[in-house]
C-alpha cells in the first residue's frame, strides 16, 4: 500500500512533559499535536502502548491488547472525580527529563489504585454503563489480561508457570475460585483499562481533528509472562510444564558482537496455521482500533527467525528456522482487507524477506545512520531508495544523531561529508534535510534530533536490559525555529 507524501516525529508518549514523572494522554500530548501542526508533521509515530516488562522495555508487555496504564492522565481522573487535588502533588524522586521508573511506576500506581476505588464506590450510572459495555466488548482479551494481573501480582510477579498447578494449566475449577477470590484486583484492571482506552480515544480523536494520523507499533514477538502466552500455551514453543526451550532474538549484528538474546517464547507456527491465524488477526485488528497505520517490528522474522535455546546465555548459538511467510498475510488480509502496514525489514535481510514485503506491498524501512562507509551501492543510501519507503535519521535503536556522528568511524565522517556535502557541525538537521528531500514516501525524524540532543538522550540499546527507555524532553527545550524549519523543509520537499 503505498502512502501520501508527508513527513512525522518519532516519540514515545512516556517521553512528554509533564508534572506526574513521565509523559501521558494528558494535556501534554495534546500540546505535542498542536505543535506538530505547525511544524507541518502529519505523522505521530510512537512505540508499543502495551504496559512495560523486564528493564521497562515496551516491547515486553503483559499483554499484546492491553494498553499501559501508567499513560493514563491522572488529572483527567481527578477531573471525573476520582482523585483529590492533594493526590496530585508530585513525589520526591521525579524529574522534568527523566523517567525515574522506581518512583514514578509505584506512585501512578497508588493513584490509579485511589481512583479505581472511587469509582467503585460513586459512579454514575452512566459511568458504570460505559464501563460495563467495555468489558463486554473487549471480553475476548480483557478477562484473561485482568485474571492475569491479579494472579500475577498476588504471586509476587512470580513466573506463571510457576503458580499452583492448577492456575498455570488453566484448569477451570481453579480459574472459577481465583476470579472471585481476585474480584477487587480484576476489577482494578479493567477499570485501569477502561480509562486508558477511553482516554487514548479522545487524543487519537483530536489528533484525527487537527489532520495528525499515529503510527503506531506491533512487536512481533510478546512477552512470556504475559497473558497471551499465559492464556494460549498452545500457540507457543512450551514443554510440558509451560517453560520455553527455545527463545526469540538475533544473531550477532551492528548492535552487538554477541547477538541479541530476547528471551520471548518462539510461536509454534503450525498451531497458528491450524486456526487459520485467528489470533494474529484480532491483535492486528485490536491494534488498527487505536492506530492509522502499524509498524510491524522484527518483520523478517516472518520469513526465517533466528531460534536460541534457552540455556544459552547469549544469542551466538541459534539456527535460522522458517516463519508462516505468506500465509499469515493472506489470512490478516482475507479477514481485514489491505492494510496501511511498514515493515521493520533491518538486520539480516534475505531475498525471500524482500518477496514477502513486496508481494504485499508493505513499504520497507531505510536508516540514515547505516547508509555511509560501506559504499555507494548501500540500500540505505537515499539515491538508492524507492518510493515505497519510510526513512529515519535513526530509530528507537539508535543513538541520537549527534551522538552517533560522535562515534562515527573515520570513514563513514568521510562519506557523509562527501555525500552531504557538510562538515558535520549541525549532522541532525543535516540528516533531517537528506531524509526529507529523499525520494521516500515518508520521513520520520526522532524529535532529538529535532532538538539538538547528544547521546545522554538515546532511547534504547538493543541487547542492553536497564538503564533505557528514560528519556524525557521539557518545553523549554523547543525553540520556534524548530517548527519553522520542519514547515519549510516540509513545503520544499512536498510534504505538507
Not at 477531573?79 to 496530585?88: F, I, K, P, V
Not at 477502561?194 to 506491533?218: E, K, N, P, S, T
Amino acid at each position: 500500500m503505498s502512502f501520501p507524501r508527508s513527513s512525522g516525529i518519532l516519540l514515545h508518549p512516556t517521553s512528554l512533559p509533564g508534572p506526574h514523572g513521565s509523559g501521558d494522554l494528558g494535556a501534554h500530548a495534546r500540546h505535542f499535536v498542536d505543535w506538530l501542526v505547525a511544524a507541518g508533521q502529519r505523522l505521530w509515530q510512537i512505540l508499543p502502548l502495551g504496559g512495560i516488562g523486564p528493564g521497562n522495555s515496551p516491547y515486553m508487555s503483559s499483554s499484546a491488547f492491553a494498553g499501559n496504564v501508567l499513560l493514563i492522565d491522572l488529572q483527567g481522573l481527578q477531573e471525573r472525580g476520582w482523585l483529590e487535588a492533594a493526590d496530585l502533588a508530585p513525589a520526591t524522586g521525579f524529574e522534568d527529563r527523566r523517567l525515574n521508573f522506581a518512583a514514578v511506576v509505584p506512585w501512578r500506581m497508588e493513584r490509579l489504585q485511589r481512583a479505581a476505588g472511587r469509582f467503585a464506590a460513586q459512579a454514575s450510572a452512566t459511568d458504570q454503563a460505559d464501563f460495563a459495555a467495555f468489558c463486554a466488548q473487549q471480553a475476548g482479551w480483557l478477562e484473561d489480561y485482568a485474571l492475569f494481573m491479579a494472579l500475577a501480582d498476588a504471586h509476587g510477579w512470580a513466573l506463571w508457570c510457576d503458580w499452583p498447578e492448577g492456575l498455570a494449566g488453566r484448569n477451570a475449577t481453579a480459574l472459577a475460585a481465583a476470579r472471585r477470590q481476585h474480584a477487587p484486583a480484576i476489577h482494578f484492571w479493567q477499570f485501569c483499562q477502561w480509562c486508558f482506552f477511553r482516554q487514548w480515544a479522545g487524543l487519537r480523536d483530536y489528533a484525527h481533528g487537527r489532520g495528525v494520523r499515529i503510527v503506531g507499533d506491533a512487536p512481533i514477538f510478546v512477552a512470556y509472562q504475559s497473558a497471551d502466552v499465559w492464556a494460549r500455551q498452545g500457540l507457543f514453543e512450551l514443554d510440558a510444564a509451560g517453560r520455553p526451550q527455545v527463545v526469540a532474538g538475533v544473531p550477532p549484528d551492528y548492535f552487538s558482537a554477541t547477538g541479541q538474546r530476547w528471551g520471548n517464547p518462539l510461536y509454534r507456527w503450525d498451531a497458528h496455521r491450524a486456526e487459520g491465524f485467528a489470533w494474529w488477526t484480532e491483535r492486528i485488528r485490536r491494534t488498527f482500533d487505536l492506530v492509522d497505520i502499524v509498524r510491524i517490528d522484527h518483520f523478517r522474522g516472518f520469513a526465517g527467525y533466528w531460534e536460541i535455546p534457552a540455556s544459552e546465555p547469549t544469542a551466538i548459538i541459534g539456527r535460522w528456522m522458517p516463519g508462516p511467510g505468506a500465509a499469515l498475510f493472506e489470512a490478516i488480509q482475507a479477514a481485514l482487507g489491505p492494510l496501511p502496514i511498514i515493515a521493520e525489514d533491518l538486520g539480516v535481510i534475505t531475498p525471500e524477506v524482500d518477496a514477502l514485503r513486496l508481494r504485499f506491498g508493505l513499504p520497507g524501512m531505510r536508516v540514515l545512520q547505516f547508509a555511509f562507509g560501506r559504499g555507494n551501492d548501500n540500500t540505505y543510501l537515499p539515491h538508492n531508495y524507492v518510493p515505497g519507503t519510510v526513512v529515519y535519521g535513526g530509530t528507537h535503536d539508535n543513538n541520537t544523531s549527534i551522538g552517533w556522528w560522535a562515534e562515527a568511524s573515520d570513514a563513514e565522517r568521510a562519506h557523509v561529508r562527501a555525500y552531504l556535502q557538510t562538515d558535520g557541525q549541525d549532522i541532525a538537521w543535516d540528516l533531517i534535510r537528506a531524509a526529507s528531500a529523499s525520494v521516500a514516501d515518508t520521513a520520520i525524524h526522532p524529535l532529538q534530533d529535532v532538538l539538538g540532543l547528544g547521546a545522554e538522550c538515546r532511547m534504547n540499546l538493543p541487547g542492553k536490559g536497564e538503564g533505557y527507555w528514560e528519556w524525557r524532553f521539557t518545553w523549554d527545550q523547543v525553540r520556534p525555529e524548530h517548527a519553522q524549519q520542519l514547515r519549510g523543509l516540509g513545503a520544499l520537499f512536498r510534504r505538507l
